[in-house]
């Protein structure tokens, strides 16, 4: 399992777009983010409504192999060639939107893909979040941080944290300044490796 933060030369950003409507603030924001990677540093952007996925069917203890549909193998072939995954939802219920969650179900069904290794091959990889939200007090995301975070901690990702906005109509998010100051430096930070509250001394062991 590899633990070390690639150089920027050898780092790939997939942007997970979650949102129900294109354009919207949360897309917004992350791409303000997106600006500020170093050139050399390569991105891809998918937007789930634009690849649906049908509800997840988690069939790991049946015999047999299932379907797998083109999209589902391209957001699956897309995630595992990212040294850094991006989860653009916005906050919507206090948690992630339905297309991001649905992504992720499917990520329980890629574990035990025949000779995917998929847990293995996520481990040391970063996940970060970004979100924009109608209410200010940023506290009412905890819901999703902490699902991106122990969703991290179980692959023994490294996790950026969430890089959060506020904004209700389209746009509004291009109002937030204290949104936009974070978005300059949110992927300058160094992400630890996640861990669950249980876990006990540094992070990863």
């Given amino acids: 399992m590899t633990t070390e933060t690639p150089r920027d ?7 997970v777009l979650g949102s129900s409507r294109p ?3 949360t897309e917004i924001l992350a791409r303000a983010a997106a600006e500020q990677l170093p050139a050399g540093v390569a991105q891809r952007w998918v937007d789930l409504a634009a690849l649906p996925l049908p509800d ?3 069939g790991r203890h049946e ?3 299932r379907p797998v549909d083109e999209n589902e193998e391209l957001l699956r072939r897309a995630t595992l060639e990212a040294t850094d995954i991006v989860i653009a939802s916005p906050l ?6 339905a297309h991001t969650k649905r992504y992720l179900d499917y990520w329980s069904g890629w574990l035990s893909v025949p000779g995917s290794d998929f847990k293995q091959r996520m481990a040391g990889r970063t996940l970060w979040g ?3 939200m109608a209410d200010r007090d940023e ?4 819901g999703l941080t902490t699902t991106l975070n122990h969703t991290a901690a179980y692959l023994r990702m490294r996790f950026g944290g969430v890089l959060l906005g506020n904004g209700t109509r389209p746009g509004h998010v291009r109002n937030d300044e204290r949104a936009a100051i974070r978005a300059k430096t949110f992927f300058e930070r160094e992400a630890p490796l996640a861990r669950f509250p ?5 992070a990863g062991q």
């Avoid at 506290?139 to 905890?142: F, G, I, K, L, T």
């Fill in 63 to 65: 015999t047999g192999s």
């Fill in 23 to 25: 354009d919207g603030n």
């Fill in 56 to 58: 997840f069917e988690d």
């Fill in 130 to 132: 970004v979100t924009v």
């Fill in 139 to 142: 506290v009412v995301a905890d």
């Fill in 92 to 97: 919507y219920w206090y948690s992630l939107s």
């Fill in 9 to 15: 030369a050898d780092r790939s950003f997939l942007f």
């Fill in 198 to 202: 249980y876990e006990e001394g540094p």
